[in-house]
């Protein structure tokens, strides 16, 4: 029986953690084979490192903040995840979507994440001003009034090196990001990740 409960435990330990990527398709690889986007890049780096980290894309290309809440719980209870990051939004802002419900919506998806003994880590998000400057003002404030609010990691605005050479770092559609700038996204979630992979919740 004690070499039983032994190997449970060492078996227990050599578990993966797990990070689920809970975004669009900045996050999902739009135009990009699957072996170049930055998620992908992430898991790499993450098994050179040996961080014993198991890295679920559950992304979806278009998804709004309401869309990801209504997915949510069921991929939490499928998935249990360590690590939660909620790159969402940037679809709301483009569809005009009213702000108090997004920020409802971010809200309650790193309360849900929090419940189900994950860390939550909250991307924040930009929208093209000619979205008019009060609309696009008060856009990108409530990602940071809400990661105060919940006191959550937050990923400063991760396209934000690319934005202003379209033809260098942007596929033809202007809007997503080519392979080339892949890296470049993974560079700017590093340092707010990075501390948290040996503090995840789970044992």
Known sequence: MLLCGLLFCASAGAASKTILVWGDSISAG????????WVHLLEQRLQ??????????ASVSGETTAGGLSRL????DKYHPDIVLIELGGNDGLRAQ????????????????AAARARPVLFEMYIPRNYGP????????????????????????????LVGEQDR????????????AQPQ???????TLAPLLQHSTHP
């Open 30 to 37: 739009f135009g990009l084979d699957a072996n170049t986007g």
């Open 48 to 57: 050179s490192q040996g961080l014993g980290y198991a890295v679920v894309n």
């Open 73 to 76: 719980p069921a991929a939490l």
């Open 98 to 113: 009213p702000l108090d419900a997004m920020r409802a919506n971010l809200e309650k998806m790193l309360d849900l994440s």
């Open 134 to 161: 009060v609309y696009a003002d008060r856009f990108t404030k409530v990602f940071d009034q809400v990661a105060q609010q919940r006191q959550v990691p937050m990923v400063p605005f991760f396209l934000a090196g």
């Open 169 to 180: 770092w942007f596929q033809d559609d202007g809007i997503h990001p080519n392979a080339q």
């Open 185 to 191: 996204l993974l560079e700017a979630v590093w340092p």
